[in-house]
């Protein structure tokens, strides 16, 4: 596949995901396929997923836990196996009912024509936020001497 080929898959995945069609946007994954994302404890869906299996998995736990109430394409950057996505989504919550918005980046390195590996970049702490965790760092109560 060349990279239109490439960057018509992407973007057709989307679509797939926006009408909750995960089982057809599997089939545009290879059987070994890595689906990687920020670390957190908070996060139900975060971290690593290597695999069909655990990348349903993933989207399993991403419905079960949060709603995107708005997920837009702003750019898409294609070169050789290499397509950038960038966006911006709000998520709703679906335990506190918090919503939050984040700009996102999703990396995928594509092989004979399905996705081998996908890379999500996002505001973590954001998320975590909406989750119920509370990221901010408080100031120290006195003041620090040498």
Not at 50 to 62: C, P, T, V
Not at 98 to 107: E, F
Request: aromatic share 10%; with cysteine; charged share 30%.
């Amino acid at each position: 596949m060349d990279t239109q080929d490439n960057k018509r898959l992407v973007l057709e995945g989307y679509e797939l995901f926006k009408k909750g069609d995960i089982a057809s946007l599997l089939e545009r994954c290879h059987d070994d396929a890595v689906w990687s994302g920020p670390d957190s404890d908070i996060v139900p869906y975060a971290g690593d997923y290597h695999g069909k299996h655990e990348i349903a998995r993933f989207f399993q736990k991403l419905d079960k836990a949060s709603a995107a109430t708005r997920f837009e394409i702003r750019e898409c950057i294609a070169e050789g196996d290499k397509v950038v996505v960038i966006g911006e989504a709000t998520w709703m919550v679906r335990a506190s009912g918090r919503s939050y918005d984040s700009p996102w980046a999703h990396v995928f390195t594509l092989r004979d024509g399905k996705v081998a590996r996908f890379e999500t970049i996002y505001d973590i702490a954001a998320a975590e936020r909406a989750f119920g965790a509370d990221c901010t760092i408080a100031a120290p109560t006195a003041a620090l001497h040498h």
